[in-house]
């Protein structure tokens, strides 16, 4: 950053939440990869929530963000003792890939990734999908942001649900 007469100044940066059961990642080393990593922890109850951003030394700049929270990206899964989202430690076989950094995850083309309920929690599952439409390059799909968005890059025009299964 440069100051008023444009030489070249370090800034200190603090980040920290006032919201009630959301944590900053302690491991912040650079603001200007635009990425700060915020975690919910089990006190959270939803909705949204803020964190402050200030620089500390003789100039202050503060700013405040209002954070929207969503669910773990599909290929994640949301470890409550750390309170962030994690990949799974099975690949299913080698049919998913993760980058717990990035967030992302990748699905093996020919198969499905979506949620079922079994015993009263939603779990996830990778399952061969005969049904899937497989109009992508190379062996792994990128997987989306939710995983509505992962039903419409797998099932064709036509097909929906559970292994693309269902018709609209």
Known sequence: ANDEQG??????????SDSEGVKVDDDYKCV???????YK????????????INTIGQSTIQTELVINFQDCPPGLFLNEN???????????????KCDQSTFTAELLRGFW???IEINDNNETVVAHCRNCNFNFSGGYLKLNNTFG???QSLCSNNSMGRLCSECK
């Not at 200007?32 to 915020?38: A, F, K, T, V, W």
């Not at 922890?41 to 402050?52: K, L, R, V």
């Not at 799974?88 to 076989?93: A, E, L, R, S």
């Open 7 to 16: 030489k070249n100044v370090s800034l200190v940066v603090q980040v920290y």
């Open 32 to 38: 200007s990869s635009d990425n700060i990593l915020l």
């Open 41 to 52: 922890t089990n006190e959270f109850d939803g909705g949204n929530a803020s964190i402050i």
């Open 82 to 96: 750390e309170g962030k989202c994690v990949c799974y430690k099975d690949t299913f076989g080698g049919r998913l």
């Open 113 to 115: 990734i979506g949620t």
């Open 149 to 151: 968005d992962v039903e």
